[in-house]
């Protein structure tokens, strides 16, 4: 089972500061961003329908001041009098017509707005500042709607924009307001027409802040255009019926991205309709949102800083602490170590260094026990040596000087010699490549002499290793074996092979043979040699000094011989 490493407590420190601030921060922007957009949709909503209602008021003051003219021309003494009084009536006097004209001019003067003022008697007396118009009777104008209406009602009455029908400048639109002129007696005697400038209007409009996509427009009782900035809404069937769905939607209705505001224009028929797209709200929102990422961008800077600042400060201590651990994983170990940080740091530093001392305290006594087993298991393993070794070669020493065989007598006695002093030396445990290689050199030479042409040997080995360091004793064993467990049976010569070499960064002996093998799948029996030292004590002895990655490992198959593989480390290390 893999089991995934843990995160660092800095990392973790982190990431849960990192994620609550993060779940704080949209918490709060949500909140804000709610709050603020709907008191902004509010107050953008309250401000629209204050505009719409404003502009609203403002026709209606201009409208009522239209209406108070058309009252004093229409009411003027000489007005009545004038048209009261037929067209040839020698009651009629002129400087009733200049009064008129002079009312007229004094009204136009004050008015810049006023395009046209006509006067018409029920008799077809006309009066106008046009002066196409002049004073001819023209008995066609009665029959125009204009004047019908103004007869029919009693209160002045607004027609919708319309091209004025006389001989004028008929490209120019115009709103016109008629109004009934009364006699004496309550009876009509002619009709007022006041023509004022469609742009009035849209003057009074124009500061009317409705969005991008917002417009207003008016339209009387009969459901007809009054106003409209786009001119096809008046001549379009289907556009003009939209506008009525419009405004019969009623006050403050909000569909979609835009509010619909009536206001009934009062002393008219009219009905002001403001349609808002809203793009103050949108425009709001946004600009709250580039400002809730500024901000929160700022606020998780700051917030990553002080994250990072406060997980460090958290993970210093114990980062020293473990890599104190480290250290003494590698075998370095430090008796006092220093971490700072919070109190429950300092005293776990406090733990370590008690630890430590303890810890140094038992190896230093585990060393000296070690010390003085190593030692005394060398002096064992020399004491071992197999006293029949001894016998047997000085018996031929014997045989070889009864036989007067000086040479042999000479060879076999120097290489004891030298075998032993090599066995013993000074009494280390440690001893060189070389040396050790000779040291099974001359075993061999000694074992030669008495198998003579039943045993061959080999031994080489770089040169570039002769000086290394290694434990002593480690290969005489496992030749002794190869002599007694594989060779001394046969029928035929054996043959041993014992190399020394470098691979990689370690050392790689190898002792191999002819002789008899065994069956590796057989049950395992602990190989020893005639005198009690084997290969599972050399084994032991150098997973001692290097660990368990190194000692022995062997390849054997019955009748085909047995290779025995040693690998040590090239820097020999004492425990």
Known sequence: MIFKRPH??????????????????????????????????????????????????????????????????????????????????????????????????????????????????????????????????????????????????????????????????????????????????????????????????????????????????????????????????????????????????????????????????????????????????KSARQDMVVVLWILGSALLIIALGSSLIFSRRVALPLKKLEKAMEEVELGRLEEKVSIGGSAEAESLAGHYTRLMIRIRSLLDEIQQKEKYLRTSELKTLQSQINPHFLYNTLETIIWSAEFQDSEKVIALTKALAKFFRLSLGDGSEITTVANEMDHVKQYLIIQKQRYEDKLKYEISFDKDIANIKIPKLILQPLVENAIYHGIRDMDKPGFISVKAEKAGGDLLFTVSDNGVGYNKSAPKKKTINSSGVGQSNVDQRIKLYYGGGYGLSAESEPGKGTTVQIKLGSDFKRI
């Open 8 to 281: 660092s407590i800095r990392t973790q420190i982190f990431i849960y500061f990192l994620l609550t601030t993060g779940i704080i921060m949209i918490a709060m922007g949500i909140l804000v961003y709610t709050n603020f957009t709907k008191l902004m949709e509010e107050e953008i909503t309250k401000s629209t329908i204050m505009g719409i209602d404003k502009s609203g008021q403002q026709l209606e003051l201009y409208v009522k001041r239209v209406k108070d003219m058309s009252a004093i021309l229409a009411g003027n003494v000489n007005t009545c009098s004038y048209f009261e009084h037929g067209h040839d009536s020698h009651e009629s006097h002129p400087d009733d017509l200049e009064d008129i004209e002079s009312l007229i001019t004094a009204v136009l003067s004050g008015n810049n707005e006023i395009q046209t003022i006509v006067m018409v008697g029920y008799d077809g007396k006309v009066i106008s500042n046009d002066p196409s118009l002049g004073v001819e009777l023209s008995e066609d104008m009665m029959e125009m709607p204009w004047y019908q209406n103004a007869v029919e009602n009693q209160m002045p009455v607004l027609t919708s924009a319309h091209m004025q029908d006389f001989t004028m400048d008929k490209d120019e639109w115009v709103l016109s307001l008629s109004r009934e002129i009364i006699g004496e007696c309550e009876e009509n005697i002619g009709v007022l027409l006041i023509d004022f400038k469609y742009d009035v209007i849209e003057k009074i409009l124009y500061e009317l802040d409705l969005g991008a996509q917002g417009y207003a427009f008016i339209l009387n009782g009969s459901g007809e255009v009054v106003y409209h900035h786009d001119s096809r809404y008046f001549e379009n069937e289907e556009m003009r019926e939209e506008l009525v769905y419009i405004a019969g939607m009623g006050k403050n209705v909000m569909e979609a991205d835009r509010l619909i505001h009536n206001y009934s224009i009062e002393g008219t028929d009219w009905i002001l309709v403001g349609v808002a797209s809203l793009d103050g709200i």
